[in-house]
């Protein structure tokens, strides 16, 4: 506390708590047994579960599903994509004012990550007027002045164009899953599904009813308001919520299966939040195995979309689309991918 030199850091706590292993590793030497948590993190773990479950090889390629020898970045290959839109209309003032502006990887960053946990156009403007914002807080110019506001939602809408053209089948996976809720809607059922996992899953969002309630507290007039559920399903939240919420599924279903293979393999260190997985440094080789094969025998044993059409009762799976086409993703690839957690 009398040299606080190590606030400075990107992640000042975690750079502490490296400090104090660094000086005992120092004070003992080799054989110092480290207690310190490592951590290896899925890239947009997401549209890897969307591109494993369809068998996507270009999704899969652009979040590390595949071996290769550098990183694959999702995230670049949008802002790519949306340099290449402007480039289409450079002739427009717009346009080349964004391009001057540079297009890089934070700026997609955001709406990329939230897309398959129910980000919406809405959300993906507000990202990136958000990132605008901040790389002109660090000294970029602003080159639309008291235009900025109107020409950033021409590039969000650029922005949402383009996660389109480069996550394709994932797309198409969320529609089909919408489609699939408004239609158990219809038929007034929920949703309900088993992870691979074996954890059952109710989805039920009900209409509500807000009530308005006026009264007096100490002379004052005031105002209070309650909310309570109805007994009709909500067509419309049914629907928004059940990508994020099926995908959340196989995200708990692929950490809880990769638990029990590394428990199995003597590993019993555990730092584990959502996509980060995490265990001492003596255990991270055995633990990035057996996230590798937890994942690809839980899309090898589980078709999961056709698990769940089949969890729908017979009324509502009669209106439910045909299930998305699948690729020709060699799932088996991925234990062979450094970058698929790093």
């Known amino acids: 506390m009398g040299d606080l030199w190590w606030t400075e850091a990107d992640k000042p706590w975690c750079f502490l708590a490296w400090v ?11 054989g110092y047994v480290s207690s310190l948590p490592l951590s290896v993190d899925g890239s947009c773990n997401g549209l890897q579960h969307f591109s494993a479950m369809l068998r996507d090889p270009v999704g899969g390629a652009a979040v590390n599903l595949i071996p290769s020898e550098t990183p694959a970045d999702i995230y670049q290959r949008v802002a790519d994509r949306v340099v290449w839109k402007l480039e289409q209309t450079k002739d427009d003032w717009v346009s080349r004012g ?3 502006f540079g297009i890089n990887r934070k700026i997609t960053k955001r709406p990329v990550m939230v897309l398959p946990y129910g980000g919406t156009f809405k959300s993906c403007m507000d990202y990136v007027r958000a990132a605008v914002a901040e790389k002109i807080a660090d000294g970029t110019e602003n080159p639309f002045g008291d235009e900025l506001p109107k020409t950033t939602a021409t590039l969000a809408r650029n922005v949402w164009d383009s996660i389109s053209d480069v996550v394709i089948a994932a797309r198409q996976a969320m529609d089909w899953l919408q489609k ?3 239609a158990a809607t219809a038929a007034g059922v929920p949703l309900q599904w088993t992870a691979p996992s074996g954890f059952p899953v109710l989805q039920s969002y009900m209409d509500r009813t807000h009530r308005r309630v006026k009264t007096r507290l100490q002379g004052s007039l005031i105002y209070l308001s309650t909310v309570e559920d109805g007994d009709k399903l909500d067509g419309s939240k049914q629907a928004l919520a059940v990508s994020p919420n099926f995908v959340h599924s196989l995200d708990a279903a692929a950490m809880m299966l990769t638990i029990c293979l590394a428990l199995d393999n003597g590993v019993d260190q555990f730092a584990m939040i959502h996509d980060s997985y995490g265990t001492v440094a003596a255990d991270m080789d055995m633990l990035s195995a057996c996230l590798r094969h937890a994942f690809v025998d839980m899309y090898e044993d589980h078709d999961v ?7 729908l009762p017979e009324e509502a799976r009669a209106k439910c689309p045909e299930l998305p086409p699948k690729g020709d993703l ?4 991925v234990h062979n991918s450094e970058f698929f957690f790093a």
């Open 20 to 30: 104090f292993e660094y000086a005992a590793f120092l004070r003992e030497g080799y």
């Open 98 to 100: 964004w391009l001057d």
């Open 180 to 182: 699939c809720a408004r």
């Open 305 to 311: 979309l056709a698990e769940f059409l089949q969890s």
């Open 330 to 333: 060699n799932i088996q690839e």
